[in-house]
């Protein structure tokens, strides 16, 4: 059965880090991407970033390019986001996505097929 298991969200002050991980329960190579969405409160749910694991490219969405970073571990089955320069409007609650649909284009998240339960990212002061 395909998971995805977020960790790693917390309070931490603005210009803070944080390291999410996305551990998957069979190798993230059984997926074609994987990514990271958010959800704020009154808001839309936004693509983050995502990698692929057919060239291992990566995507990021304008409000966190410079910022954010995603990386693989294949050994680990993980997807990681470091988040640096963390501001008040990262607040949310980040989610791993993964798909096997070689044709998906980010940042659809109706393309993606697995979810992980998500993990909350509270940047405040």
């Known amino acids: 059965q395909l998971q995805l298991v977020e960790s790693g969200g917390g309070l931490v002050q603005p210009g803070g880090s944080l390291r999410l991980a996305c551990i998957t329960s069979?190798?993230?190579?059984?997926?074609?991407?994987i990514g990271w969405f958010r959800r704020a409160p009154g808001k839309s749910r936004e693509g983050v970033s995502c990698?692929?694991?057919?060239?291992?490219?990566?995507k990021y969405s304008d409000s966190v390019k410079g910022r954010f970073t995603i990386s693989r571990d294949i050994a680990k089955n993980s997807v990681y986001l470091q988040m640096n320069s963390l501001r008040p409007e990262d607040t949310a609650l980040y989610y791993c996505?993964?798909?096997?649909?070689?044709?998906?284009?980010?940042?659809?998240?109706?393309?993606?097929?697995?979810w992980g339960e998500g993990t909350q990212v509270t940047v405040s002061s």
């Open positions: 996505a993964g798909t096997k649909w070689p044709r998906y284009v980010w940042p659809d998240a109706l393309g993606m097929e697995v």
């Open positions: 990698i692929s694991n057919d060239d291992g490219s990566t």
């Open positions: 069979t190798s993230i190579l059984d997926y074609y991407d």
